[in-house]
C-alpha cells in the first residue's frame, strides 16, 4: 500500500472521529491474540480505534503503535490522547469500503 498523504489521513481521521474504539489495550499490552484480532478488524472494518487504557507513558505507546503497524501491515493514521487510529485497505476491492480522496481540493481550507 503507497504511503497516505496529510489530507486523506486528515479525512480519516474526520470519518473516524464518532467512532468507538475496536479494541481497548491494557495492562498487558499487546499478545499474539490482541495482535490477531486487531488484523481481523483492519480486514473488517479497514478504518480502526484503539484506545490504550492503563498505559500513560507516551513512549510505550508509541513503541505499542509501532509493534501494532509492524504487525498488520496497517498505516498508523494518528494519536490523540490515548486513542490511536489505523489504516488498511482491505485486499479484496469488492470488500473495500472506504473511497480516499486522490487530489487535494484548493477550496478545502
Excluded: C, W
Excluded at 41 to 67: P, W, Y
Amino acid at each position: 500500500m503507497e504511503k497516505l498523504t496529510g489530507y486523506q489521513k486528515k479525512y480519516l481521521r474526520g470519518l473516524a472521529h464518532s467512532f468507538a474504539p475496536h479494541m481497548l489495550i491494557g495492562r498487558k499490552g499487546l499478545s499474539e491474540t490482541v495482535l490477531t484480532e486487531l488484523d481481523q478488524a483492519l480486514e473488517g472494518h479497514e478504518l480502526i480505534k484503539i484506545r490504550f487504557i492503563d498505559t500513560k507513558d507516551k513512549a510505550e505507546k508509541i513503541r505499542a503503535v509501532q509493534s501494532i503497524s509492524d504487525a498488520t501491515h496497517a498505516e498508523f493514521i494518528g494519536m490523540r490522547g490515548h486513542t490511536a487510529l489505523f489504516f488498511r485497505r482491505n485486499s479484496d476491492k469488492s470488500k473495500q469500503r472506504i473511497v480516499l480522496p486522490q487530489k487535494r481540493n484548493p477550496d478545502d481550507r
